[in-house]
């Protein structure tokens, strides 16, 4: 009996040293995932205003195919929640951000297919097109 109660006394706990080598090994993980984590949170911010322009695009056609609309005539985001087309977006960066929409009527009457959009963002500069979307 002495004997196993020995050896439950003289059972050390984890060294400094190997309490360092845990530290160290989670410190180099840490190093590595947080850039990972990083990117991957500002790619989905740029992937979720790409899906807001679009849907701001798809109002704005809807608009476009329900009323009469002239060649190089422009609405407001904000006319087109006012009229019921588009709930109020979120924008997680400002220079995606949509604030106007500028048709361009191709042919006679707007069918859908002759009607192309332009997007207008912050202080009156070109939106950045749908396509060409960066961080």
């Given at each position: 009996?002495?004997?196993?109660?020995?050896?439950v006394r003289?059972?050390?706990?984890?060294?400094?040293?190997?309490?360092?080598?845990?530290?160290?090994?989670?410190?180099?993980?840490?190093?590595?995932?947080?850039?990972?984590?990083?990117?991957?949170?500002?790619?989905?911010?740029?992937?979720?205003?790409?899906?807001?322009?679009?849907?701001?695009?798809?109002?704005?056609?809807?608009?476009?195919?329900?009323?009469?609309?002239?060649?190089?005539?422009?609405?407001?985001?904000?006319?087109?929640?006012?009229?019921?087309?588009?709930?109020?977006?979120?924008?997680?960066?400002?220079?995606?951000?949509?604030?106007?929409?500028?048709?361009?009527?191709?042919?006679?009457?707007?069918?859908?297919?002759?009607?192309?959009?332009a997007i207008?963002?912050?202080?009156?500069?070109?939106?950045?097109?749908?396509?060409?979307?960066?961080?």
């Open positions: 009996m002495e004997a196993v109660v020995g050896r003289n059972k050390k706990g984890l060294t400094l040293i190997e309490l360092l080598a845990v530290v160290l090994i989670i410190g180099i993980i840490a190093a590595i995932a947080v850039p990972a984590v990083s990117n991957a949170i500002e790619k989905s911010k740029v992937n979720a205003d790409k899906a807001t322009q679009v849907l701001v695009k798809e109002a704005a056609t809807r608009y476009a195919l329900d009323n009469t609309v002239a060649n190089g005539a422009t609405i407001s985001v904000a006319a087109l929640q006012a009229a019921g087309y588009l709930n109020p977006p979120t924008w997680n960066k400002a220079q995606h951000q949509v604030t106007t929409i500028t048709f361009t009527v191709t042919s006679g009457t707007n069918t859908g297919d002759n009607v192309k959009l207008t963002g912050p202080g009156g500069g070109t939106g950045v097109p749908f396509d060409d979307l960066t961080d």
